[in-house]
């Protein structure tokens, strides 16, 4: 018969110091994230935007992201309708990840609203670090929840401000937003396909953007993604999807593997 583990043994405190470690990583990244709020909520009311509209579009919106195209677009001379479809096609992600993570997480009630609401890129990624379903709803909770609070706390912060900031410029605050998307796009390039798709699509939106209305040439750049998407992948001689460099050829990618895969990445 196997004894009893003790209630004050390491092995019973494990697990209680790994979800700790799991939440105090969600506050700082939290904290870190709701930084670019600042910037957000001072380019949106330099945009034109008063603060009740920036506050709006950061606690219902909430993806950083689509939250800065918008404004840029807006701020551009774009239209309403160039800039949501901007926003809409930057936020499909979340809805990847919902799929991704809907096994570990409510899918109804008021926990499954708010699950859909907090669905980013930092909660998928840190519930990806879990190996167990403690640890991922853990992950996603604290992760979604310090963002959405830091997020808008700061983007109440930089609207604020920039009501007094003739020029965000001048203050750095608008290269934040292509410090966003780099951050957002800089973790998926993990192979040659994503690095060529990135570079066609810039070279579409540097070559429309003066030719174009504000807003489209981020919908074209789109589409070379899109067109890529639907070409047959590259296979191997075997008909199979070529393996990655490092991976055993025998021994294929676990389920949680895929899962922290598709869910690595930056807002």
Known sequence: MTAA???????????????????RTGFSIGLATGLYGISFGALATASGLDVWQAMVLSAVMFTGGSQFAFVGVVGGGGSALGAALASLLLGIRNTLYGLILAPSLPRGGARGAARAQLTIDESAALAATGTTEAERRAGFWSAGVWVYVFWNLFTLAGALAGQHIADPAAWGLDAAAAGAFIALLWPRLRSGDAVAIAVAAAFVALLTTPVLPAGLPVLAAALVAVVAGLLPSRRGATGHAAPEVGASDDEPATDEEERRSACCGSR
């Not at 697990?15 to 700790?20: G, S, V």
């Open 5 to 23: 583990v003790p209630a004050s043994s390491p092995r019973h405190h494990a697990p209680d110091a790994r979800l700790r470690s799991i939440r």
